[in-house]
Nanobody, 126 residues
Framework: QVQLVESGGGLVQAGGSLRLSCAAS????????MGWFRQAPGKEREFVAG????????YHAVPVKGRFTISKDNAKNTVYLQMNSLKPEDTAVYRC???????????????????WGQGTQVTVSS
């Protein structure tokens, strides 16, 4: 069983930055693909970024490409989402997820992930 604990959300002005952290309890952390998703009120869940379980390949959704960066530290069992140049439309609950996902094309599919964090609120004011 893998447990994910998120932190780092908060209120920030447009143009500002936040770094979200997702600490995982799994002893085989490096064997899981990791992803970040977000959901705004009244909106569907949206893929933000992901990293493959092998090779460390990263992927970012078009709306955040160039502004957000996913990374992981295997020694700390932690995945990060660095968010720069934040916009009001980035406001959402952000959740991290872990799963055994062997195909990179499936990283954006929330149904492929087995474990989810509780979510952390990110609010960007204009």
């Amino acid at each position: 069983q893998v447990q994910l604990v998120e932190s780092g959300g908060g209120l920030v002005q447009a143009g500002g930055s936040l770094r979200l952290s997702c600490a995982a309890s799994g002893r085989t952390f490096s064997n899981y693909a990791m992803g970040w998703f977000r959901q705004a009120p009244g909106k569907e869940r949206e893929f933000v970024a992901g990293v493959s379980l092998a090779g460390g390949r990263t992927y970012h959704a078009v709306p955040v490409k160039g502004r957000f960066t996913i990374s992981k530290d295997n020694a700390k069992n932690t995945v990060y989402l660095q968010m720069n140049s934040l916009k009001p439309e980035d406001t959402a609950v952000y959740r991290c997820a872990a799963g055994i996902i062997l195909s990179d094309s499936l990283l954006q599919k929330p149904t492929r992930y087995d474990y989810w964090g509780q979510g952390t609120q990110v609010t960007v004011s204009s």
